[in-house]
């Protein structure tokens, strides 16, 4: 028999929490795990998703007592091995090896279909797992119970790269995934009340395809959130002391910006607006 761990709540209320099960990237932080790779979870009422199930996703999730059982879905921004390796971990342990079909998948066309050079992360035993799985391309936009998921624009490496923006009844939150600055990226994320900046490398050191500490300064600047997280660090990063790259962005606008920390959990709702905003109905 499970233990009720085991057991997938049959009318979850989580509340409302961001919890972080892995803030590392690149060869040597990932590969090191100097920072866990787990990816990030979303906890709205009675939703769960768990974006970016980088490397060891699953036993990062025990570690935050996270019941995967429990998730809504899971939104993957990118093909690299850094943001994706754990989907088909975290699929089979939130549907029981596909016991239980359920739950929705919302990626790339890389990640769930392959390309030319690369095949699809996504296999076809836990496709078959979920209720759902939903190709998303910059401007799309998916509605999952009240909550409206966008797809945003990124420039990184992996040309199918997208952030996400997530639109509750509460609060705004958007992700950037790994991006280099661009003038673009303001608009996408204007509005948001927390926003997430996978902010790979200190100062003005720039590495292609990804935000460094001035870059970061420089959306937070512009988009002014009430809070902003920076994240996804490189070994470099944490040889700096993200919590110092931090301050030093703090220091130079409105907004409050915290380092985040591999466990690290805080409530959203608390950065939320004052007004609802018109939820959506459920559209897979």
């Known amino acids: 028999m499970g233990s009720e761990n085991d057991k997938k709540p049959t009318s979850p209320n989580f509340g409302y929490k961001l919890i972080f099960l892995g803030t590392g990237t690149g060869k040597f932080a990932r590969g090191k795990q100097l920072r866990a790779t787990g990816g990030i979870i979303l906890q709205f009422e009675e939703n769960q998703f768990h974006i970016d199930p980088g490397p060891g996703a699953v036993v990062r999730a025990m570690q935050a007592n996270v019941n995967l059982r429990a998730n809504t879905g899971i939104l993957i921004s990118h093909s690299h091995i850094g943001h994706c390796n754990d989907v088909n971990a975290v699929i089979d342990a939130m549907t029981y090896s596909g016991l239980d079909k359920q739950g929705v ?73 790994d991006t280099e600055y661009s003038a673009k990226l303001i608009e996408e994320y204007k509005g948001a009340n927390i926003l997430i900046l996978n902010t790979h490398s200190p100062g003005e050191e720039y590495t292609p395809g990804n935000l460094n500490t001035l870059n970061a300064t420089k959306i937070i600047e512009k988009v002014n959130p009430k809070l902003a997280i920076i994240q996804h660090f490189s070994k470099r990063m944490l040889e700096m002391d993200p919590i110092q790259e931090a301050r030093e962005i703090q220091s130079k606008t409105k907004s409050q910006v915290l380092a985040a920390k591999d466990g690290m959990a805080l409530n959203p709702l608390i950065y939320g607006m004052k007004t609802r905003q018109q939820t959506l109905t459920k559209d897979y």
């Open 105 to 177: 998948l919302i990626s790339t066309n890389n990640v769930i279909n392959g390309s030319e050079s690369h095949a699809p992360y996504l296999t076809k035993f836990h496709r078959d797992c979920l209720e759902k799985v939903i190709v998303i391309e910059p401007g799309q936009r998916v509605g999952v119970n009240e909550i409206e998921i966008k797809a945003l624009y990124a420039k990184h490496t992996e040309s199918s790269t997208i952030g996400f923006r997530i639109m509750t009844p509460n609060f705004v939150l958007v992700y950037s995934s």
